[in-house]
């Protein structure tokens, strides 16, 4: 068995969904293995990963504004606002989704689903760059 790892490095424009399927989808075909288990984890409590549908604009637009509603920013709600307003928001945010996925690997190429994409979910007003980390295990 052979592994590898790599730090993706993610610029989201803004706060939401930005499709990074096209990056993972390139380094892992670099990376010669056949069959195998990519585990994606995010370093940061900001900012998730998901795989969501990449086809319809629509279902982008209704999560984020859904997380916006079960997470609103305000400064009297919450007592953590260290970093501002959509500090705790953000951290909610976080916990109510993942930092960390796996998708197979079967013949060098990812298995995701033909309307699924892997998604840096950035919950922050003002983005910062973020790092996902990379790490495939296979043969």
Same mark, same amino acid.
């Given at each position: 068995m052979r592994q590898t790892m790599?730090?993706?490095q993610a610029r989201p424009a803004r706060r939401g969904l930005t499709e990074i399927t096209d990056a993972v989808r390139g380094w892992?075909?670099?990376?010669?293995?056949?069959?195998?288990?990519l585990t994606?984890?995010?370093r940061h409590t900001s900012?998730?990963?998901l795989i969501q549908e990449n086809a319809a604009r629509a279902v982008r637009n209704d999560l984020e504004k859904f997380?916006?509603? &079960? *997470?609103?920013?305000?400064?009297d709600l919450y007592e953590h606002d260290d970093e501002g307003p959509d500090d705790m928001p953000a951290h909610l945010k976080t916990a109510l989704t993942q930092v960390q996925l796996n998708v197979p690997v079967?013949?060098?190429k990812l298995m995701l689903g033909t309307w699924q994409g892997i998604y840096l979910f950035e919950h922050r007003?003002?983005?910062s760059p973020r790092e996902i980390v990379?790490? &495939? *295990?296979?043969e």
């Open positions: 790599f730090v993706l892992v075909a670099k990376q010669e293995i056949s069959a195998g288990l994606l984890f995010c900012a998730s990963l997380f916006d509603e &079960l *997470a609103p920013e305000g400064d079967m013949d060098g007003a003002r983005p990379l790490h &495939l *295990a296979g």
